[in-house]
């Protein structure tokens, strides 16, 4: 008797797993637009290796293309220019930055959260605090 209560045991935690899986999946939200340009601070961790060949915090500017969570977008900082390619998912971002910091080039990942007209990426221990050019 106690070999059936323990399969259906078992088989109810593997359905409540499968239902769990698919909530997290499916995100209801709706892409955020960020679309447009975005202006603001690039802060340099100490680890990152764009630091090597002469990028430094300062100003920068982000230009993004949307197309439904698809996201391109193209970096400008000080010493250090780069693509994006991301997607959005709800009110976060995640992709690649794939940078020029004069004779080094690289790929890293990068994250962001928006927050309106605000957006925070990072990027190994490097930031970039952005807002929405109106």
Known sequence: MRTPGRILLALLLLASLGCAS??????????TDVSGQWSGTLILGPQTPMRCCGATSGAAKIDFQQEGT???GSLD??????????????ATL????RYRAGSTAGDLRIDATVDGNEMLATTLDSKLVLSRVR
Do not use: H, N
């Open 70 to 72: 698809r996201v391109t």
């Open 77 to 90: 900082a000080p010493g250090v220019r780069g693509t994006i390619e991301a997607r959005v998912r709800g």
């Open 22 to 31: 698919r909530a997290t999946e499916s995100s209801s939200d709706p892409p």
């Open 94 to 97: 995640s992709g690649v930055l």
